[in-house]
């Protein structure tokens, strides 16, 4: 189920582990759909979340945990930082068609682009044809990508950041913001490209790289 397709109204959802910002994104994504839900939020991340500050359209019921009545609901993964997505989805043991993927409607996605379950495209951003997001993928604000991309589960690709052709981005990537990744390269798993660099070259698994051309500074430990 993709409520970018939705063709009819949706009255219940379920968002896991949200952050302020996250759930902020998450709300708008709905409200440009028409779609106003109510949500019941699992806050298992231990957040301080006031829910005063959010759309006043919507009604946000806070969980503790999952009862039986809530596994009928279908799922948004509220949450940008790799390391979480992972530890949320491994712990709470759902199946991943339970989740659903969650576009603005203000974005520009190929009908040729393949969308897995439980990705989230925020507004402004455009994907080319043949691409492929694969499971829990965050894309956020004003991100382009090109044709022949494919973007590793549970990564996530932060605001304004420029992605070309034939990209390969590996599982539990973050590519920090305003990043240009040029035609063909193709970065490893758990890897973090640090916001503004220029990658021209391949990078491997497991580092942190930046620069102007971006080259490797550390192993990524977490």
Do not use: W
Request: with cysteine; glycine share 8%; aromatic share 6%.
């Amino acid at each position: 189920m993709n409520l970018e397709k939705l063709e009819y109204y949706i009255d219940k959802i379920g968002i896991i582990g949200s952050s302020v910002p996250m759930l902020s994104m998450v709300l708008d994504n709905l409200e440009s759909r028409k779609q106003f839900p109510v949500i019941y939020l699992l806050n298992n991340l231990g957040l301080e979340l006031e829910t005063h500050l959010f759309h006043k359209a919507f009604e946000i019921i806070i969980i503790e945990k999952l009862e039986k009545e809530h596994f009928s609901l279908p799922f948004i993964l509220g949450v940008n930082k790799v390391v979480n997505k992972q530890s949320i989805v491994q712990n709470l043991q759902l199946e991943k068609e339970k989740f659903v993927n969650l576009t603005h409607i203000n974005t520009s996605i190929s009908s040729t682009t393949v969308i897995k379950p439980g990705v989230i495209v925020n507004c402004l951003t455009s994907i080319a044809a043949n691409s492929i997001l694969n499971e829990f993928v965050t894309i956020n604000r004003n991100v382009s990508i090109g044709h022949d991309t494919e973007i590793g589960a549970y990564s996530t690709i932060n605001p304004g950041v420029n992605i070309a052709g034939f990209v390969k981005i590996g599982n539990s990537c973050t590519i920090g913001m305003g990043a240009n990744i040029l035609d063909g390269v193709k970065i490893g798993e758990k890897t973090i490209i640090g916001a503004g660099s220029l990658v021209t070259k391949d990078i491997p698994d497991g580092v942190v790289a930046y620069g102007n051309p971006c080259k490797i500074i550390r192993k990524n430990e977490i």
